[in-house]
């Protein structure tokens, strides 16, 4: 199990490019995860988070957008926690 999280300048994930992949920790009780995003340009970014099962297919969840009127500001998201 990991996770894959994925941006882009339009609400279609289809323009979207891979930012982060990270394995799942394998916790039982949970665990924290963090990505910390340069955005290229100012304008709205959209983030897709996912769940990838251990045969690889990803499950992706609602979009969140992000807003940034100045270029090169460094944001850190905190994505929706997916639980199964």
Partial sequence: ????CIVGPL???GHADRVVFVPARGHAAGATYAYTDVLPSSGV?????ADVDTSGKE???SPVS???AVTNLI???FLPLAVR
Avoid: K, R, S
């Fill in 1 to 4: 199990m990991a996770f894959t």
């Fill in 11 to 13: 609400w279609t994930a």
């Fill in 45 to 49: 970014w959209w983030y897709w988070l």
């Fill in 59 to 61: 499950t992706f969840h």
């Fill in 66 to 68: 992000v807003g940034q």
């Fill in 75 to 77: 944001y850190q998201i």
